[in-house]
């Protein structure tokens, strides 16, 4: 597992603290399944709000030439630091629970997130510096990363990625501007395609096979607590499995030896 060796065994937070915060983590996501549907009407009408409901790439790139830099750098900084924390005191709090969490969370992304979880015990603050997604937060928690080192990073890589989508934005500011011209111009027929994409979406999830975002954290209490269960179990059986290697070891030890010989000497 993920859990640093020299990490601090950690109490397990009240149901209150946990709730503090998954509260705030369900919040930002229904705000960007609302940045998702209205997308179209807010790039044209409150581009600001866009990035503060849902500050994915793409919405960060529309909105770029829209917006003054105080507004862009200072709002979009906040909305993108706002999960961060939280997903790193999830891991900080649960550890190896939480990171098996994020594992089992997708059937399709779940090797993806193993082989993240092997490579970043070797390059922990690369990846906090460049990629400061989710799982990475958590990774961060999990593993015993100090609080101070992991939010310069964090904050250190947001505001250069910010600094590059700015400077994109800039490089091809003609066709950025006649794209929104474009979604300015069929902005209620567009708004009515992603409200209903956004709607099907979550239709699709809730009755699949997998979850959707909002529905995992719901769940997360409860698959947190299935979580421990199973690596308690799983330690467990190591330590009866080492047992069982211990005795073997000195039976076979104990048939290499001759016997001793009685008082007769033979």
Not at 25 to 35: K, P, W
Not at 67 to 94: H, I
Not at 139 to 166: K, Y
Not at 196 to 214: A, D, Q
Request: charged share 25%.
């Amino acid at each position: 597992m993920i859990r640093a060796v020299d990490a601090p065994a950690r109490s397990k937070p009240s149901r209150l603290t946990f709730w503090l915060i998954v509260g705030p983590l369900v919040a930002l996501v229904i705000a960007s399944y609302i940045g998702d549907a209205l997308a179209p009407t807010l790039v044209d009408e409150h581009p600001l709000l866009l990035i503060a409901l849902n500050a994915r790439n793409r919405n960060l790139v529309l909105v770029t030439n829209e917006l003054d830099a105080w507004s862009y750098y200072l709002v979009g900084t906040v909305r993108l630091l706002l999960a961060d924390p939280l997903f790193y005191l999830l891991g900080y709090f649960y550890g190896d629970a939480a990171v098996r969490w994020a594992e089992k969370r997708s059937r399709t992304f779940g090797g993806i997130l193993r082989s993240v979880e092997r490579f970043f015990q070797k390059a922990s603050y690369p990846l906090v510096l460049i990629a400061p997604n989710n799982p990475i937060c958590l990774f961060a928690g999990a593993s015993g990363m100090s609080p101070p080192v992991f939010f310069t990073l964090n904050l250190t890589g947001t505001v250069a990625r910010l600094i590059l989508i700015r400077w994109v934005g800039d490089i091809f500011s003609g066709p950025l501007d006649s794209l929104v011209d474009l979604i300015r111009e069929y902005r209620l027929p567009l708004t009515a395609l992603t409200i209903t994409v956004t709607g099907f979406l979550l239709w699709n999830e809730s009755r699949g096979e997998g979850e959707s975002e909002l529905e995992a954290l719901m769940r997360l209490e409860e698959e947190l607590e299935e979580a421990e269960e199973e690596i308690e179990h799983e330690h467990e059986v190591e330590r009866e499995l080492d047992v069982w290697e211990a005795a073997e070891s000195a039976a076979h030890a104990g048939d290499d030896h001759p016997p001793e010989p009685d008082e007769d000497g033979r």
